[in-house]
């Protein structure tokens, strides 16, 4: 491990106990409306096309501002340049953390390690670019000279959930020509589904792994391949198979020629690598063009992070919030609510963004910490969430927060329903953050028996997030903006948010009860439980 910047316990420093006396005081979100009619207004901040109004978080200017002091104090910021700079932040795994040069312009200089950073970056664009756009025109052919209409990416965790969510989200610009597909279950029914209306003369297969070592990945890739060969041919390999890999050596062993290999660096995080080569899909669905515009976007979020001033910064403000809300309003959960169908996937991604990074237990220095860290987060995009998950929301008993975002512009106008849906947003805002009370619940008319069911403690902190239009550059400035709201959290909590340990564990046991599985192993080498399970789907027929 190499020595990175000192992480001290935030809940030592003397503002954590003035911040918790704060909370323990601070008014309802009612309260803190009514009291300011200029509170929405010096409570909403733009940058890079986004818009965040967190005038419904339960928090008064006082404590924001102590809350940026202690960041100031945790030393957030100097990680926040040690980042750029490519210093090597992630210290259990003594890497850079460098998501953030992918989308640097061309030209811009960055050496770390002794290594042009932007020239590598952009010479795989360049290669990346090349390719999507022959397969986009239809130079690049299948093994018996037909155009390519389908591409499968295989890959899981980051090498599936961004791109997944891209394609969804920038379907609007998307090749309509062209099918795309994403399998990521070892679950043999995700890539059968998939495969059953495919032509395999007329289908791409982009295996999208880091590591190329990932058991799901090589599983469903090699499986895919089998699909190929028993139709074409062991020679058709090379027109259908691409690969997204920092591992040559591995991509040449599965059979695909390495010049069809598009690689990244150890410094770009499997959950930060959608905008690398990971992204090869999302640019034959996109086009170069677009793809260059979504980068556009993360690099106007990321400067206006790196160069404004904490009280007007977006991921700051949402970074410092989140860590209000759950270790200071003690709320361990936070709901994504996209008003935006394009939206549907960014829930899952951020799943993996901000609970791989932050569900942490230890500092950098591998003390215990003794406060809260990553939140649980989950969502749906509105409306259909509302006419499912919302009631526990509004009625149940665990406080959620709420990020509600919403697009003001539809791609598609339909009579007045994109103003329906703006509606549906702006009314749940409102519910969650004043609630309904019970003298308003009465003069309605309403039974004093049926009154404290109708009753809505509201009081659930809640970000509006808008922009104008869902385009790649706004997709790119949305992403980044939780990337680094979720590195304000992780450095203020002093915890590393670029590994990953605790999904190795679950790796390597699965592979203990496989060989059992297959007879390879004895049934003690399992603990007793888990023999019981084995026993049982066996007499349920288990293959
Ligand atoms: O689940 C752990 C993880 O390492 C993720 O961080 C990563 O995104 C995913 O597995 C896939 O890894 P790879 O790209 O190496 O196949």
């Given at each position: 491990m190499?020595?990175?910047?000192?992480?001290?316990?935030?809940?030592?420093?003397?503002?954590?106990?003035?911040?918790?006396?704060a909370?323990?005081?601070?008014?309802?979100?009612?309260?803190?409306l009514?009291?300011?009619?200029?509170r929405?207004?010096?409570?909403t901040?733009?940058?890079?096309?986004?818009?965040?109004?967190?005038?419904?978080?339960?928090?008064?200017?006082?404590?924001?501002?102590?809350?940026?002091?202690?960041?100031?104090?945790?030393g957030?910021f100097?990680?926040?340049?040690?980042?750029?700079?490519?210093?090597?932040?992630?210290?259990?795994?003594d890497?850079?953390v460098?998501?953030t040069?992918?989308r640097?312009?061309?030209?811009?200089?960055?050496i770390?390690?002794?290594?042009?950073?932007?020239?590598?970056?952009?010479?795989?664009?360049?290669?990346?670019?090349n390719?999507?756009?022959?397969?986009?025109?239809?130079?690049?052919?299948?093994a018996t000279?037909k155009?390519?209409?389908?591409?499968v990416?295989?890959?899981?965790?980051?090498?599936?959930?961004?791109?997944?969510?891209?394609?969804?989200?920038?379907?609007?610009?998307?090749k309509?020509?062209m099918?795309?597909?994403?399998?990521?279950?070892v679950?043999?029914t995700d890539?059968?589904?998939?495969l059953?209306?495919?032509?395999?003369a007329?289908?791409l297969?982009?295996?999208?792994?880091?590591?190329f070592s990932?058991?799901e990945?090589?599983?469903?890739?090699?499986?895919?391949?089998?699909?190929?060969?028993?139709?074409?041919?062991?020679?058709?390999?090379?027109?259908?198979?691409?690969?997204?890999?920092?591992n040559?050596e591995?991509?040449e062993?599965?059979?695909?020629?390495?010049?069809?290999?598009?690689?990244?660096?150890?410094w770009?995080?499997?959950?930060?690598?959608?905008?690398?080569?990971?992204?090869?899909?999302t640019?034959i669905?996109i086009?170069?063009?677009?793809?260059?515009?979504?980068?556009?976007?993360f690099h106007?979020m990321d400067?206006?992070?790196?160069?404004?001033?904490?009280?007007?910064?977006?991921?700051?403000?949402?970074?410092?919030?989140?860590?209000?809300?759950?270790?200071?309003?003690n709320i361990s959960?936070?709901?994504?609510?996209?008003y935006?169908?394009?939206?549907?996937?960014f829930?899952?991604?951020?799943?993996?963004?901000?609970?791989?990074s932050?569900?942490?237990?230890?500092?950098?220095d591998?003390?215990?910490?003794?406060?809260?860290?990553?939140a649980?987060?989950?969502?749906?995009?509105?409306?259909?969430?509302?006419?499912?998950?919302y009631?526990?929301?509004?009625?149940?008993?665990s406080?959620?927060a709420?990020?509600?975002?919403?697009?003001?512009?539809?791609?598609?106008?339909?009579?007045?329903?994109?103003?329906?849906?703006?509606?549906?947003?702006?009314?749940?805002?409102?519910?969650l953050?004043?609630?309904?009370?019970?003298?308003?619940?009465?003069?309605?008319?309403?039974?004093?028996?049926?009154?404290?069911?109708?009753?809505?403690?509201?009081?659930?902190?809640?970000?509006?997030i808008?922009?104008p239009r869902?385009?790649?550059?706004?997709?790119?400035a949305?992403?980044?903006?939780?990337?680094?709201?979720?590195?304000?959290?992780?450095?203020?909590w002093g915890?590393?948010s670029f590994?990953?340990?605790?999904?190795?564990?679950?790796?390597?046991?699965?592979?203990?009860?496989?060989?059992?599985?297959?007879?390879?192993?004895?049934?003690?080498?399992?603990?007793?439980a888990?023999a019981?399970?084995?026993?049982?789907?066996?007499?349920?027929?288990?293959?």
């Open positions: 190499t020595s990175g910047p000192t992480s001290p316990d935030p809940s030592a420093n003397p503002k954590w106990a003035e911040l918790a006396a909370a323990a005081a601070v008014p309802t979100i009612r309260d803190l009514d009291a300011d009619p200029g929405p207004a010096r409570s901040v733009s940058a890079a096309g986004i818009t965040l109004d967190f005038a419904r978080q339960q928090i008064t200017p006082q404590a924001l501002a102590a809350l940026i002091e202690l960041a100031e104090k945790q957030v100097d990680r926040r340049t040690a980042m750029f700079a490519g210093e090597h932040i992630n210290t259990t795994e890497r850079a460098l998501h040069a992918l640097l312009p061309r030209g811009a200089r960055l770390v390690d002794e290594v042009d950073v932007v020239s590598e970056v952009h010479e795989v664009l360049d290669l990346m670019g390719f999507a756009k022959s397969v986009r025109n239809g130079k690049w052919r299948g000279g155009r390519i209409n389908a591409i990416n295989i890959g899981i965790g980051g090498s599936d959930l961004g791109p997944a969510m891209a394609y969804q989200a920038l379907r609007d610009f998307s309509r020509d099918g795309f597909h994403f399998v990521s279950n679950d043999p890539l059968s589904e998939v059953r209306s495919l032509d395999p007329r289908t297969f982009v295996i999208a792994s880091k590591t990932t058991l990945t090589m599983t469903n890739g090699r499986a895919a391949r089998a699909w190929l060969v028993s139709a074409l041919g062991e020679k058709a390999v090379i027109n259908h198979f691409v690969a997204v890999s920092s040559r591995l991509v062993k599965f059979g695909i020629d390495s010049k069809n290999m598009f690689g990244f660096w150890d770009v995080g499997g959950r930060y690598s959608m905008d690398a080569a990971i992204g090869l899909s640019m669905a086009g170069p063009k677009a793809f260059s515009q979504l980068l556009a976007g106007a400067k206006h992070f790196e160069t404004a001033r904490a009280d007007q910064n977006l991921p700051v403000i949402m970074g410092l919030l989140a860590v209000w809300n759950r270790d200071f309003l959960t936070n709901a994504v609510l996209p935006s169908q394009y939206l549907s996937r829930p899952a991604y951020l799943q993996q963004l901000t609970m791989e932050n569900g942490k237990r230890v500092r950098l591998g003390t215990p910490v003794t406060y809260q860290t990553g649980i987060v989950w969502g749906e995009p509105g409306t259909n969430g509302q006419h499912s998950f009631q526990l929301i509004h009625q149940g008993t406080p959620v709420c990020d509600i975002i919403v697009i003001a512009q539809s791609d598609n106008p339909l009579g007045d329903q994109q103003n329906m849906l703006i509606a549906n947003a702006l009314a749940q805002a409102a519910v953050a004043r609630g309904r009370t019970i003298d308003e619940v009465a003069a309605d008319g309403t039974s004093k028996e049926l009154a404290p069911h109708k009753v809505m403690p509201g009081n659930r902190p809640t970000s509006v808008s922009a869902l385009d790649p550059f706004t997709l790119g949305l992403i980044a903006l939780y990337e680094h709201s979720v590195f304000v959290q992780g450095a203020l915890i590393n590994d990953q340990w605790g999904v190795e564990l679950g790796k390597k046991v699965a592979l203990g009860i496989l060989a059992v599985i297959d007879g390879q192993a004895d049934m003690s080498t399992v603990d007793v888990t019981h399970s084995i026993e049982v789907l066996a007499t349920q027929g288990r293959a």
